[in-house]
């Protein structure tokens, strides 16, 4: 997620990947809760597209976050660490989660509009 901070939110990236740190390990590395790569992507559309008032119309930011939690899931099987981690960790998988890093990475880049533009938001 640093690499799509860098180049879609360049002014607060480094706010958002500091925020994003307790996802880590799906929750504090218990792997019991939701993907740390997928929380870090939902927290940088939420700085792109969200609201700061709870009168603003967020249905554009609540829209690609839906999308991104239907592509996630059906890239890697689940939302959750647990199952992600463990087929990361198989004796057939990469043995790390640098793969569903660069993964997710790559798909939220195409999710975002205007994304393959650096420091286009």
Not at 37 to 46: P, Q, V
Not at 59 to 87: D, N
Not at 100 to 105: D, K, L
Request: net charge neutral; proline share 4%; charged share 20%.
């Amino acid at each position: 997620m640093l690499a799509v901070g860098e180049r879609v939110a360049p002014s607060s990236y480094s706010a958002v990947l500091r925020a994003a740190n307790g996802f880590r390990g799906g929750v504090a590395s218990t792997r019991e809760e939701l993907c740390g790569a997928l929380a870090a992507g939902i927290m940088l559309i939420g700085l792109l597209y969200g609201r700061d008032d709870v009168s603003q119309d967020d249905s554009y930011g609540k829209a690609i976050t839906a999308r991104w939690l239907e592509e996630f899931s059906e890239q890697f099987g689940s939302t959750r660490c647990r199952p992600i981690y463990e087929r990361m960790h198989s004796p057939e998988g990469p043995g790390s989660c640098a793969l569903v890093a660069r993964e997710t990475s790559l798909l939220l880049l195409r999710l975002l509009p205007g994304a393959d533009q650096a420091g286009s938001r």
